[in-house]
């Protein structure tokens, strides 16, 4: 018997996903733990393995498209299989949903208009689309109710949005007065935007405006530390990564003010007992932060051969969501870029996350009136509010000042 097959949920944070690849093709069998498609979800793209047996009978969800948790992608069954009820019930369903996924009222029904071949209008029912074909549109700054759809009950797809450009272009009809979008000329790029990349501007967006940030900046001298790594290289005969170093420095002053490591909740404050430390790492549509577990009982040395495991696994798209979501605190080093000094985000469900500059050369008042020329890096740290006070912050950026500044700190 035919049944659905439905988009799950591939990561903690995942609404919706992307099929970026079906790897089996309608009338294919498919044996339970068959690789069935590739899913781009809000940190990376993840296989969707089958737990079903049988012949895939129909695509519903088509590569480049977004489906929601819980909504049908597929229809499996068996080979020559009459699905058309089964069809009839999922487009039924579909009609009841909304552009935020909620059930909406079987009353709230609008007029619409759709544009024939020859520019001539008539009037429908109430306008369903998919998710990619709406997020066309509004690019496009095409108003949805002049589309007349073509797939199932009238629903608007993909290549509708494109025809539609095509005969509005060709037409002269141009695009509704009431829209404010900036159109696209024949020379521009239009770059649809990824689910990850939606999923960090809505993290983001709400970290931003819902907790209340403030910043804290110093200069710390990079001269001891930098003379200890080359030491460690030297002893191992290998290059310990300057992030591990970091890491590891950060994860000591967090166990002096513990409150550093905590998660506002609302009603409570949710002090973590583990310490685990996500470094940002930029990939080609955005950003991901692989998180190095426990750091407050690992050593250096073990940090660096998981943080260098996790960010090759993070340039490869392979990281689990086990593996980058649920940092406790967030490091952000764009010194490599010759950045001197910039404030970060802070990354929930963290309460804090440190911005780190280039270390560069600067004339440095020493010993009371003594100018001596030594290495210089920037820190600068953004705090919750609601979690972190201004003193408490301040307190811990200076401790890890003095602990970057004297590395011995860190054995006692």
């Known amino acids: 018997m035919a049944e659905k097959i439905l988009m799950i949920a591939l990561s903690p944070t995942m609404k919706t996903g992307l099929i970026s690849k079906w790897e089996k093709k309608e009338g294919e069998k498919v044996e339970s733990g068959d690789l069935l498609c590739q899913v781009e979800t809000d940190k990376a793209t993840m296989d969707y393995e089958s737990i079903q047996e049988g012949t895939l009978l129909k695509i519903l969800v088509h590569e480049g498209e977004q489906a929601r948790i819980g909504s049908p992608i597929a229809i499996i069954g068996e080979g020559g299989e009459d699905i058309s009820d089964l069809l009839s019930d999922i487009e039924t369903d579909m009609e ?175 002090r973590h007992a583990s310490i685990d430390i996500g470094l940002a790492v930029a990939q080609n549509d955005g950003l991901i932060t692989p998180v190095v577990r426990d750091c407050g009982n690992k050593g250096i040395i073990e940090i660096d051969r998981e943080l260098k495991e996790l960010i090759d696994k993070a340039l490869n798209n392979q990281l689990t969501p086990s593996e980058y979501s649920g940092a406790t605190f967030t490091i952000s080093n764009l010194g490599s870029y010759g950045i001197e000094e910039f404030t970060a985000i802070i990354n929930p469900p963290g309460s804090a996350i440190l911005a780190i500059g280039k270390m560069g050369k600067e004339p440095t008042i020493v010993d009371g009136d003594k100018i001596e020329i030594r290495t210089l890096m920037t820190l600068t740290l953004s705090c919750d509010h609601r979690v972190i006070d201004g003193a408490v912050g301040a307190a811990f950026l200076k401790d890890l000042k003095d602990i970057m500044e004297n590395p011995i700190r860190v054995l006692y």
Request: no cysteine; proline share 4%.
């Open 96 to 270: 009841g949903i909304t552009d935020d996924g909620k059930i909406g009222p079987e009353e709230d029904t609008t007029s619409s208009i759709s544009i024939t071949e020859t520019g001539e209008e008539s009037s429908g029912d109430r306008v369903i689309a998919s998710p990619l074909a709406r997020r066309m549109a509004q690019q496009q700054g095409i108003d949805l109710s002049l589309i007349k759809g073509s797939g199932p009950r009238g629903r608007i797809i993909k290549r509708d949005i494109l025809e539609a450009v095509a005969r509005l272009e060709k037409s002269n009809l141009g695009m509704p007065k009431t829209t404010s979008q900036i159109l696209p000329t024949s020379s521009d790029e239009v770059i649809q935007v990824s689910t990850k990349r939606r999923i960090i501007a809505e993290r983001l967006a709400e970290s931003k405006y819902s907790a209340p940030h403030y910043y804290l900046r110093l200069k710390v001298l990079s001269d001891n530390f930098m003379e200890a790594r080359k030491l460690l290289n030297i002893t191992l005969n290998k290059k310990v990564s300057v992030n591990a170093f970091i890491v590891k420095f950060v994860a000591e002053a967090i166990k002096r003010h513990p409150i550093m490591n905590s998660t506002w909740q609302g009603e409570t404050i949710l």
